[in-house]
């Protein structure tokens, strides 16, 4: 089996990388949490973004009501489905308490990702999911905030590019506080345990 | 080199004792709905695909047993329901870039005989870019495997919102 290597980091990813190391850095497995809690929590600032429907939507607290944020691409065809696939088993199972939890996806590839590509792509999942795709300054503003890398790959394909990114789920409780994240692949369990803690 | 260690991690021998393989057939044959692959060298089970709208990108998973007498290289797969259909495999980083992801194209898949290659989310897979319409739960989604000594094995990836 042979394979095309990778292609280097630019120098803007490392600087993002080094951040999402000093959020790791105060994180560990206490506190109760399944996933890496964030030890002390982490205040995160609010964003705004317009909505596939012209609505605005800010990432502020919201009282009794924790966010669930994941970084990912429409034209991803593994780790992003399957993490909204995951969401969808996580929203079943709290049942009627779904309804307090903001499942919000941010696109990191506002190029192609139009509000409105972002909010359909997060609907078709659950129509309660939130698919958010900003301009590209706001994109790198809540990127930084929350640690996320992202950088775009070369590919001379027809099929178009594609984007290596952080791929972990980030959960904010209701006062806007960062308190864990979860690695690809720890499971919905362990996210919905903890989305419970937190209602 | 690097590709011989992915290799060895993504294909695992088969048990050999006779009554855990019987186990293991029956077992295969309840999780798979059709197996039009049952002659051929290669036995396809549990192919699936996430639903999908139209123009999107997906994924096929599935397991690939080699049921020839030597090393099989699967080198295209094609398929009638996306504009393009190539072999990925998702690597996680480590070190700085711990928790990013990125997709590396296969240009083969090789499998020795009697061993299996399992397609799953977050490895390997068949990444299907532009979907020529939207594929519902319960849609079948086909796709040809073929060797690099010309044989192709066709499969009928079934359509499911959830990995089985």
């Known amino acids: 089996m042979t394979r095309r290597m990778t292609s280097r980091m630019p120098r803007s990813v490392l600087v993002i990388a080094a951040a999402a190391t000093v959020i790791l850095a105060g994180c560990g497995l206490d506190r109760g949490f399944h996933g890496v809690a964030v030890d002390p929590p982490r205040l995160m600032p609010t964003f705004e973004f317009r909505r596939g429907d012209g609505s605005a939507y800010r990432t502020n607290a919201e009282a009794k009501r924790p966010m669930l944020v994941f970084f990912g691409y429409t034209h991803c065809p593994d780790v992003c489905p399957t993490t909204m696939a995951d969401w969808q088993r996580v929203k079943q199972a709290l049942g009627d308490e779904a309804a307090r939890v903001r499942f919000v996806f941010v696109s990191i590839d506002p190029e192609r990702d139009t509000p409105q590509v972002a909010d359909r792509y997060a609907q078709q999942f659950d129509a309660t999911f939130v698919g958010l795709s900003g301009d590209s300054a706001t994109t790198a503003r809540i990127q930084e905030a929350f640690g996320v890398a992202s950088v775009r790959e070369p590919d001379t394909r027809a099929s178009g590019y594609l984007v290596s990114h952080s791929s972990q789920v980030f959960l904010v409780d209701d006062t806007g506080r960062l308190v864990a994240l979860y690695a690809f692949g720890r499971g919905w369990d362990a996210l919905l345990a903890d989305v419970k803690q937190l209602l | ?164």
Do not use: K
């Open chain 2, 1 to 164: 080199m690097i590709s011989r260690l992915v290799i060895s991690r993504l294909v695992q021998p088969l048990r050999t004792t006779p009554w855990i393989g019987l186990l293991a057939a029956t077992m295969m044959g309840c999780a798979t709905t059709q197996d039009p692959t049952a002659d051929g060298p290669l036995r396809v089970t549990d192919a699936w695909v996430r639903v999908t709208n139209v123009n999107q990108s997906g994924a096929a998973y599935m397991t690939i047993e080699n049921r020839d007498s030597g090393v099989v290289w699967i080198s295209t797969v094609s398929t009638t329901s996306a504009r393009a259909a190539d072999m990925h495999e998702t690597m996680r980083m480590d070190g700085a870039m711990a928790g990013m992801v990125h997709m590396t194209q296969l240009d083969s898949l090789s499998i020795a005989p009697g061993n299996r290659a399992t397609l799953a989310p977050g490895g390997t897979h068949i990444m299907l870019t532009g979907l020529v319409r939207a594929f519902a739960e319960g849609d079948t989604l086909p796709l040809a495997l073929t060797l690099t000594d010309g044989r192709t094995t066709d499969v009928r990836a079934i359509v499911r919102a959830q990995q089985p």
